[in-house]
């Protein structure tokens, strides 16, 4: 009975590299949702799938932050051109739907030198 | 904008002590309402939901969170604290029009004197 699993759990780029994170919802769970965790700024929404339904992408702070969701479950979040104030803990969680109780992952820890 | 506060940034009691941290919620339609515990090391956890239906809800480890309309909050309690409890606590929305997004408070430390 797995979790929402997340990798890499650290990862340490430098400035300007791209980098992508990657996030293992629960099997079956159609919702699937990135945040991130920084000091200055707590916990903030980044993006959120539903099923086929287009995802809402209205946390995403730039135009250098995507992310996709292959056959409804694994997602990758890609940061293009790293920024130091991109260093943060990026969370993903999933839920049976949209509304519900989510589930969160263990974060991957991202450094920008 | 919607927004979730919460009062308290950092709490230090003692073991037995009794413990209660605030949240407050601004949006005024419906709501789905969560309190998330960080215990060092470890990832987000749910301790207690409220969807609908009484507004007095119980979580895992004693913790207990009453819901009033009337005052948009939202806080949590535990009659009596243990040293296990250290943590970050968070307090979090959903409304119907954020279609699941969580909105977060800034996050309560908790640290437990044994």
């Known amino acids: 009975g797995a979790g929402v699993s997340q990798s890499p759990s650290n990862k340490v780029t430098e400035k300007g590299k791209d980098v992508e994170l990657r996030c293992d919802p629960i099997?079956?769970?159609?919702?699937l949702y990135w945040y991130r965790q920084s000091l200055g700024q707590g916990l903030e929404f980044l993006i959120y799938?539903?099923?086929?339904?287009?995802?809402?992408k209205s946390g995403l702070p730039s135009d250098r932050f995507s992310a996709e969701r292959t056959g409804g479950s694994v997602s990758t979040l890609t940061i293009q051109r790293t920024q130091q104030e991109d260093s943060a803990v990026y969370l993903c969680?999933?839920?049976?739907?949209?509304?519900?109780?989510?589930?969160f992952g263990p974060g991957t820890r991202l450094t920008v030198l | 904008a919607q927004s979730v506060s919460q009062h308290n940034h950092h709490v230090i009691l003692s073991e037995a002590a009794s413990l209660e941290l605030g949240c407050n919620y601004s949006?005024?339609?419906?709501?789905?309402l969560f309190w998330y515990v960080q215990y060092p090391g470890q990832h987000l956890q749910l301790l207690l939901k409220?969807?609908?239906?009484?507004?007095l809800v119980k979580g895992i480890k004693g913790f207990e969170a009453e819901f009033i309309k009337s005052k948009f909050s939202f806080n949590l309690r535990k009659p009596s604290v243990q040293w296990s409890d250290t943590a970050e606590y968070f307090c979090?929305?959903?409304?119907?029009?954020?279609?699941?997004?969580?909105?977060f408070g800034q996050g309560t430390t908790l640290q437990v004197k044994p």
């Open positions: 969680a999933s839920s049976s739907y949209y509304g519900t109780e989510q589930f």
């Open positions: 099997s079956g769970h159609t919702a």
């Open positions: 799938f539903q099923g086929n339904s287009a995802p809402d």
């Open positions: 949006y005024g339609g419906t709501v789905n």
């Open positions: 409220y969807f609908s239906g009484d507004p």
């Open positions: 979090a929305v959903i409304s119907s029009s954020n279609t699941g997004k969580l909105i």
